[in-house]
């Protein structure tokens, strides 16, 4: 069982909370870098969000 599968099984169920915490760290990570990457952070939340909704990104994203 990959790393990825167990953080899975470890999100089912508080989805939720995950995507709050995604919000959370990128908005951190906006503050800390004075929104200079802040295009590349929302890339990088909705690709997260993505995988905890169960739907992968495309290839070539």
């Not at 990457?37 to 939340?45: E, I, K, L, P, T």
């Given at each position: 069982m990959?790393?990825?599968?167990k953080l899975?099984?470890?999100l089912?169920?508080?989805e939720d909370q995950a995507h709050q915490g995604v919000e959370k760290a990128g908005d951190y990570v906006d503050?800390?870098?004075g929104d200079k990457?802040?295009?590349?952070?929302?890339?990088?939340?909705q690709?997260?969000?993505?995988q905890i909704d169960g739907n992968p990104p495309a290839s070539g994203q």
């Open positions: 990959s790393m990825l599968d899975k099984g470890l089912q169920g508080h503050g800390k870098t990457y802040s295009g590349q952070v929302d890339s990088a939340q690709k997260i969000n993505q």
